[in-house]
Structure formats: C-alpha cells, structure tokens
C-alpha cells in the first residue's frame, strides 16, 4: 500500500468517528490500568460487567490492597484467567503505592514493570489516558494491518513497528482506536462486512472478501 492509500484510509477511517473512545469503562487512570489487565483474552463487554460490581467499593490502589488476593476475585472470577490476573492486580497496587507514591506512571518503562502490564497494555494506558500516539497491536489491529496491506508483519512487534513508520503523523493520535473498532465490528475474523466497509476500494484482501460474501 502506497503512502497516498494510507492516508486515505485514515482520513475515511477518522471521517467516518472523528473521536474515536475505548469501550472501556473507567473514571480514573488506575480504573483504566486494572481495566486494561483484566481485558486480556476477555471482552470488554465482560471487563466492564466485572468493574462496575469492584469499581463502586475499590478504585484505588489503597482499597483493593484492603480487598487482598481473597477478597477481589469474588469481582472479577467471572473473567477468563481471574486467579492470575487478581494476583497481578494486587502486585501492581503494591508496587504502585510503594514506588508511585499510589498514582500510575505516564512512562512506558515504569508501566511495564507493574506486574501484568506487558507492552500492548502500556501502550493502551500511555494512549487513552495520556495522549501519547501509541498503537498497542491486538488480535484486530494484526488482522486489519496484514489483511488490508496497511503495514503487514508476522508478529504483533512487526506490525506495531510498521504501523509507526507509516501512519501519517495527523492521524498516530487515534490510529489504534480506529483499526482496532474497524476490526472488531467490520473487518471481522469470519464473513468480513465488506459491503458496509469504507475502505473496501482501498483494502489489498477487499476482492477476496467480497466474493467470498457474494
């Protein structure tokens, strides 16, 4: 795909939701960063089922501390993988409070070092909460990148490194918003919506698609 075709998929992308939001539900920075953990190999939908019964009795690195291991999972065992991710959870509060003075870092090495944080997390946190262009490479964004030709790579490190190089600067701020909800409710896995999609004409898979449709 050359440099023209990218732009104009962003601008279409960006036309189509100029502001772009995660489906997240969260009021703080920390609520985004145990939002974020708990969503790993989950639903967001499932993520903010479980949020809305912890949030409203802990949503401070503090109050979960109180909760303990025990005493959160109760909240989130609805969850795939629940034991690892409370004990994630509670690791980072601690870490968070003893080296954070309880807040959560803007920097991408400190992020990761909380336990349960990997890369995809803190660039998810470094974007939403803080603005920073980054673009965390989940199941979506790895699909749409190699299927549309946008910045193909065989790994999510290739594609997040190529999707860098060649976003255009006025769109890095929502890139990862835009490909991931394009891939979550149109460029789906099975039976793609290419009829409904506004960069079919642009997308180096879109023929295939569409016969496969028809």
Same mark, same amino acid.
């Given at each position: 795909? =050359?440099?023209?075709?990218?732009?104009?998929?962003? /601008? +279409?992308?960006? @036309? *189509? !939701? $100029?502001?772009?939001?995660?489906?997240?539900?969260?009021?703080?920075?920390?609520?985004?960063?145990?939002?974020?953990?708990?969503?790993?190999?989950?639903?967001?939908?499932?993520?903010?089922?479980?949020?809305?019964?912890?949030?409203?009795?802990?949503?401070?690195?503090?109050?979960?501390?109180?909760?303990?291991?025990?005493?959160?999972?109760?909240?989130?065992?609805?969850?795939?993988?629940?034991?690892?991710?409370?004990?994630?959870?509670?690791?980072?509060?601690?870490?968070?409070?003893? =080296?954070?003075?309880?807040?959560?870092?803007?920097? /991408? +090495?400190?992020? @990761? *070092? !909380? $336990?349960?944080?990997?890369?995809?997390?803190?660039?998810?946190?470094?974007?939403?909460?803080?603005?920073?262009?980054?673009?965390?490479v989940d199941t979506h964004i790895f699909r749409v990148a190699n299927r549309t030709g946008l910045a193909p790579g065989k790994d999510a490190r290739q594609?997040?490194?190529?999707?860098?190089?060649?976003?255009?600067?006025?769109?890095?701020?929502?890139?990862?918003?835009?490909?991931?909800?394009?891939?979550?409710?149109?460029?789906?896995?099975?039976?793609?919506?290419?009829?409904?999609?506004?960069?079919?004409?642009?997308?180096?898979?879109?023929?295939?698609?569409?016969?496969?449709?028809?």
């Amino acid at each position: 795909m =050359d440099a023209d075709t990218r732009y104009e998929l962003y /601008r +279409r992308l960006s @036309e *189509a !939701l $100029p502001e772009p939001e995660t489906e997240l539900r969260f009021d703080s920075v920390f609520e985004l960063l145990v939002a974020v953990i708990l969503s790993a190999q989950s639903t967001d939908r499932s993520v903010n089922e479980a949020t809305a019964r912890l949030f409203p009795d802990a949503n401070t690195p503090e109050q979960i501390l109180a909760l303990g291991e025990a005493g959160l999972k109760p909240y989130i065992q609805t969850i795939g993988l629940y034991n690892n991710k409370a004990r994630n959870i509670i690791a980072t509060c601690r870490k968070l409070v003893d =080296d954070h003075g309880g807040e959560v870092p803007r920097e /991408r +090495r400190a992020l @990761e *070092a !909380l $336990p349960g944080v990997g890369r995809k997390t803190a660039s998810v946190v470094l974007n939403v909460a803080f603005g920073e262009p980054t673009i965390a490479v989940d199941t979506h964004i790895f699909r749409v990148a190699n299927r549309t030709g946008l910045a193909p790579g065989k790994d999510a490190r290739q594609v997040e490194a190529a999707l860098e190089a060649v976003t255009p600067a006025p769109f890095r701020r929502h890139a990862h918003h835009w490909l991931i909800l394009h891939g979550r409710y149109t460029c789906t896995a099975r039976r793609p919506r290419c009829g409904a999609c506004p960069i079919a004409d642009l997308c180096a898979y879109a023929e295939r698609t569409v016969a496969e449709e028809g």
